[in-house]
T-cell receptor, first 116, second 111 residues
């Protein structure tokens, strides 16, 4: 089974702090994604990566950056946390960049971040 | 915005089949129908996907109409642990496209 793990289930930070959210997948997937999920707004893509050191902006990249130094690890960084970044953050991975009938996204358990 | 339409909520008795409908009338030829579910405070879980043929796996069955404008997810013997929000998505399946979840159907399994 694919396993996607996230470093924390719950996190509380203060406004202005630098926050690191870590995600690790163990299935040698090429693609990794960071989403945030908010009530009434659904799932929104922040950034994705299709290879080591490669990254692409999603729909809402402002206020975030990412790092992918190793294939299995994708980090989301909040440079200066703000209260409107309080949310559930979800990491996902999928096998290949190419269109493929079984290229399913597998999600981690999520990190619920509260910024005070 | 999500391109699929689902009822906001449904109830089902434990042990019975749960049938969750989804309309995806604007689905294009290369887009698959994917189903995910999300149990409260957890990450979404992949259930099943299909293109035009009906599909079955250990979790569920997926029935897609011939015109591909709608589908039904069937959980054959629902248990209390199947209580979750179920999302139907039309997606090209590959590449690095982000998933767009709509509001989904909140399925409540009643004891």
């Amino acid at each position: 089974d694919v396993k996607v793990t996230q470093s924390s289930r719950y996190l509380v930070k203060r406004t202005g702090e630098k926050v690191f959210l870590e995600c690790v997948q163990d299935m040698d997937h090429e693609n990794m994604f960071w989403y945030r999920q908010d009530p009434g707004l659904g799932l929104r893509l922040i950034y994705f990566s299709y290879d080591v050191k490669m990254k692409e902006k999603g729909d809402i990249p402002e206020g975030y950056s990412v790092s992918r130094e190793k294939k299995e690890r994708f980090s989301l960084i909040l440079e200066s946390a703000s209260t409107n970044q309080t949310s559930m953050y979800l990491c996902a991975s999928s096998l290949t960049f190419l269109a493929h009938s079984t290229d399913t996204q597998y999600f981690g358990p999520g990190t619920r971040l509260t910024v005070l | 915005d999500a391109k699929t339409t689902q009822p906001p909520s449904m109830d089902c008795a434990e042990g019975r089949a749960a049938n969750l409908p989804c309309n995806h009338s604007t689905i294009s030829g290369n887009e698959y129908v994917y189903w995910y579910r999300q149990i409260h405070s957890q990450g979404p879980q992949y259930i099943i996907h299909g293109l035009k043929n009906n599909e079955t796996n250990e979790m569920a069955s997926l029935i897609i109409t011939e015109d591909r404008k709608s589908s039904t997810l069937i959980l054959p013997h629902a248990t209390l642990r199947d209580t979750a929000v179920y999302y139907c998505i039309d997606h090209s399946g590959g590449g690095a496209d982000g998933l767009t979840f709509g509001k989904g159907t909140h399925l409540i399994i009643q004891p």
